[in-house]
Nanobody, 124 residues
Framework: QVQLVESGGASVQAGGSLRLSCAASGGTFNGYGTGWFRQAPGKEREFAAGISWSGYTKVYADSVKGRFTISRDNAKNTVSLQMNSLKAEDTAVYYC?????????????????WGQGTQVTVSS
């Protein structure tokens, strides 16, 4: 059973940057596609970014494209989300997710394991 633990959430000013990390415990990311989702207050959880097991394929929501970068280090068993040029509308709880499929995916049902989330608050 893969357990995911996110870290790096914080409160920042608009225009600032944050780097979120996700570590796997009780297992590895070996062969798993991974992704980041987010849920803003009063809204449904939405896809932000996904990366294939190899790291070669990355997909982004239009709302974060050009500002967020997803990456992974399979040797260290971690996945990261670099967030630049943050906006107030990026405020949300960010969740790391892993899938037994190897590709980069955008839909919640394609993911099998979820972290508890980390809060990102962007003030304008």
């Amino acid at each position: 059973q893969v357990q995911l633990v996110e870290s790096g959430g914080a409160s920042v000013q608009a225009g600032g940057s944050l780097r979120l990390s996700c570590a796997a415990s009780g297992g590895t990311f070996n062969g798993y596609g991974t992704g980041w989702f987010r849920q803003a207050p009063g809204k449904e959880r939405e896809f932000a970014a996904g990366i294939s097991w190899s790291g070669y394929t990355k997909v982004y929501a239009d709302s974060v494209k050009g500002r967020f970068t997803i990456s992974r280090d399979n040797a260290k068993n971690t996945v990261s989300l670099q967030m630049n040029s943050l906006k107030a509308e990026d405020t949300a709880v960010y969740y790391c997710a892993a899938s037994r499929r190897t590709s980069a995916m955008t839909r919640e049902y394609e993911y099998d394991y979820w972290g508890q989330g980390t809060q990102v608050t962007v003030s304008s």
